[in-house]
């Protein structure tokens, strides 16, 4: 009878024993596969949203990130910026954003959902160069009318804080403000504008 009680608690031990590294290789199995289901980091940049965390930036500072390949500013505008938008607006070749790529709700003076925060594509929209922020500090080198904004080194063209192109410009166009959504007052979605807003 001992032996037999013996051959059973092995049995017993062999069987729990058995689970467990069972049940351990069978999650070791499903980590993969369900990481596999979160979009990678590739096909975030090909058009999957990003979430960006805006909640230490500083007002002038720019931030920018990857979507869809291509770099998106974020400018935590300071109020002399948002004042300067209405200084230049006669300057401007399309003041309403009438012909410019951007959604229903950045069709607007600001450009923006919120008038502190301005999401746009840096490219220029003349030849897909990249843009550079000039504060308006720098009036020596872009004269003395210049209120801050950006300026493409390229050909010469010269944008708002909203992103707004100046008359005589070669790049004929707005820079694109690409749809996106607040979650948070410290979080920024961009690639999608459907959903429950902060």
Partial sequence: MND??????RRRRLVVAT?????????????PFVASMWPSERARAAGAPVEVDISKMEP?????????GRPVWIVRRTQEMIESLKVVRERLTDPES?????PEY??????????????MEGVCTHLGCSP????????AEMGPDWVGGFYCPCHGSKFDYAGRVYKGA?????????????????????????GKEA
């Avoid at 689970?19 to 980590?31: H, I, N, R, Y």
């Avoid at 009438?98 to 951007?102: E, I, P, W």
């Avoid at 550079?132 to 009036?139: D, P």
């Fill in 4 to 9: 037999k009680a013996g051959v059973d608690r």
């Fill in 106 to 119: 950045a069709r607007n003076e600001l450009r923006a959902r919120k008038p502190e925060f301005m999401v």
């Fill in 98 to 102: 009438r012909a410019s790529d951007q």
């Fill in 60 to 68: 002038g500072e720019l931030k920018i990130v990857e979507w869809r």
């Fill in 170 to 194: 070669p790049a004929p166009l707005n820079l694109p403000v690409p749809p996106h959504l607040y979650l948070s007052d410290s979080l920024l979605l961009i690639g999608e504008d459907r």
């Fill in 19 to 31: 689970s467990v590294v069972g049940g351990v290789a069978g999650v070791g199995a499903a980590l």
């Fill in 132 to 139: 550079q922020m000039k504060t308006a500090e720098a009036k």
